[in-house]
């Protein structure tokens, strides 16, 4: 039969310490996801449907910001898909708030428009832009300038004169 092996004071002491370092950890990472979560998700977030290649549509969550009646997003890189997808079908609906308005996207892929939907973001977001900027190299970032299409429309898909989806007015 086996000697049972019996801990003693210095192995108990270890694995009291392995335990806390392992809760501690799992509890930074717990904390880590729920603050990127709230940054990147708790309001002011619109979302645009976009054709992707195939035909089908694209959903995106995006930050939005407007400047003398204008609205622009920022595509994190120019390799974003919904910005690959407005490169070749600049026709996008952009959703907030119960609403539905189609635009056409225009990239402005100099330094100023950069500059511009950077300061944008970052007035708009505030801590929560800052937080995503140490997660997220925003240097090669696109701003895109929307141009409304046609008026907006609700959820149901009626605009301001209750007009539906396929009518034409």
Same mark, same amino acid.
């Given at each position: ?18 335990? $806390? ?10 904390? $880590? ?19 992707? +290649? ?11 910001? =407007? ?17 690959? =997808?407005?490169? /070749?079908?600049?026709?996008?609906? $952009? ?10 996207? /225009? ?19 505030? $801590? /929560? ?10 240097? /090669? ?6 141009? +409304? ?15 539906? +989806?396929?009518? =034409?007015?």
């Amino acid at each position: 039969m086996p000697d049972l092996v019996h801990e003693g004071p210095l192995q108990a002491s270890a694995a009291r310490y392995v335990k $806390f370092a392992l809760t501690a950890v799992a509890a930074l990472v717990a904390a $880590f996801g729920a603050i990127t979560w709230w940054a990147l998700e708790s309001g002011g977030v619109a979302v645009i449907e976009t054709r992707t +290649p195939a035909g089908t549509i694209r959903q995106t969550h995006v930050w939005y910001g =407007d400047l003398d009646g204008e609205r622009w997003l920022e595509a994190g890189t120019p390799e974003n898909p919904w910005f690959q =997808d407005v490169r /070749r079908d600049p026709s996008l609906t $952009f959703r907030e708030g119960g609403r539905s308005t189609l635009y056409r996207a /225009r990239p402005v892929d100099d330094a100023s428009g950069h500059d511009r939907i950077r300061s944008l973001i970052r007035d708009k977001y505030g $801590f /929560r832009d800052h937080w995503v900027g140490l997660l997220v190299d925003t240097s /090669r970032s696109v701003a895109v300038r929307l141009s +409304p299409l046609g008026g907006d429309r609700d959820d149901s898909g009626y605009d301001e004169h209750g007009r539906g +989806p396929t009518e =034409d007015g």
